[in-house]
């Protein structure tokens, strides 16, 4: 099983709410990440985790929060957003280790709309 | 910094056609090499990678790729695109284990 769960799939939201993006994975991977990827663009690294611990933040602003409850979990927190915001969210996971091979699995990701 | 190039930003071909999209990467120490897809409203799908060993490897769907040490090049090529792969084509780097720096993007469209 290489499967990345993310929801919801589709999320509009206004610039004063509160919502969270989630991203499930069952395949033992220790490092997991946000992406954020607007239209016709690769992906940007956001955030990472390595063993429940955040590792990497790419100057994210803080209206977004990550938080990992478990090694299985990973929840996107989003509050206040802007416009600019909108974008497709990637979900991706791998084992942490450096220096070994390693693959990132993606989800399908969350397509978010900020009104 | 690391960086990866994408040498077309939109390639568009008739069925049939060979394929070739050109990745070019800036790390110089050992890297782990990607390709990934993404059909038109799906997810980031792993076409093929390159850890070790024979550069020239092969993926899914009839792409193969060929990893040039000396060039910093990491080739896509399929012999006979169908209208199904067109798609969105990001190659991505991973400087031996760390995270992925991905490419802009290629836009291939394979007309019927």
């Known amino acids: 099983d290489t499967e990345v769960t993310q929801t919801p799939k589709h999320l509009v939201m206004g610039m004063t709410n509160k919502k969270s993006l989630k991203c499930e994975q069952h395949?033992?991977?220790?490092?997991m990440y946000w992406y954020k990827q607007k239209a016709k663009k690769p992906p940007e690294l956001m955030f990472v985790?390595?063993?429940?611990?955040?590792?990497i933040n790419e100057s994210v602003p803080s209206r977004f929060s990550p938080e990992c409850p478990n090694s299985s979990l990973l929840n996107l927190h989003l509050h206040a957003l802007q416009p600019e915001d909108s974008a497709l969210y990637l979900c991706?996971?791998?084992?942490?280790?450096?220096?070994?091979?390693?693959?990132?699995?993606f989800g399908a990701g969350t397509r978010l709309s900020v009104l | 910094a690391q960086s990866v190039s994408q040498h077309n930003h939109h390639v568009i071909l008739s069925e049939a056609a060979s394929l070739e999209l050109g990745c070019n990467y800036s790390?110089?120490?050992?890297?782990?090499l990607f390709w990934y897809v993404q059909y038109p409203g799906q997810h980031l799908q792993l076409l093929l990678k390159?850890?070790?060993?024979?550069?020239l490897v092969k993926g899914i769907k009839g792409f193969e790729a060929e990893f040039i040490k000396s060039k910093f090049s990491f080739n896509l090529r399929k012999p006979s695109v169908q209208w199904s792969d067109t798609a969105e084509y990001f190659c991505?780097?991973?400087?031996?284990?760390?995270?992925?720096?991905f490419g802009p993007g290629t836009r291939l469209s394979v007309l019927p």
């Open positions: 790390y110089g120490g050992t890297v782990n």
């Open positions: 991505a780097v991973s400087p031996y284990g760390q995270n992925f720096v």
């Open positions: 991706a996971s791998s084992q942490p280790r450096t220096g070994v091979e390693n693959i990132q699995y």
């Open positions: 985790y390595s063993y429940e611990k955040l590792s």
């Open positions: 390159y850890f070790s060993g024979d550069p």
């Open positions: 395949m033992g991977h220790r490092a």
